[in-house]
């Protein structure tokens, strides 16, 4: 069984930044990687993706703040956050998805409040 294990959540000012990481257990080759986000009465919202090969793309609300990048020795998935905004608060959720199955993370929270 695959299970993810997030970490770097936590509380910044406007203006800050985080890295957030995702690292999954055993052995296995991880097609597309992603991080989704979903904040207090808000829909669950892809943030960015990265592919096996490292293509990327981003929602609009982040792109030029956010950088998605992935460790496929360590089976890991990051987000660099800068430039934070407050309406960047939710629980950042990581998404893996292997051969046909796709696997997610207990979440992490992210407050961006002064």
């Known amino acids: 069984q695959v299970q993810l294990v997030e970490s770097g959540g936590g509380l910044v000012q406007p203006g800050g930044s985080l890295r957030l990481s995702c690292a999954a257990s055993g052995t296995i080759s991880i097609n597309t990687m992603a991080w989704y986000r979903q904040a207090p009465g808000k829909q669950r919202e892809l943030v960015a993706a990265?592919?096996?090969?490292?293509?990327?793309n981003y929602v609009d609300s982040v792109k030029g703040r956010f950088t998605i990048s992935r460790d496929n020795a360590k089976n890991t998935v990051y987000l660099q956050m800068n430039s934070l905004k407050p309406e960047d608060t939710a629980v950042y959720i990581c998404?893996?998805?292997?051969?046909?199955?796709?696997?997610w993370g207990q979440g992490t929270q992210v407050t961006v409040s002064s």
């Open positions: 998404n893996f998805k292997i051969s046909l199955t796709t696997y």
């Open positions: 990265i592919t096996r090969d490292n293509s990327a």
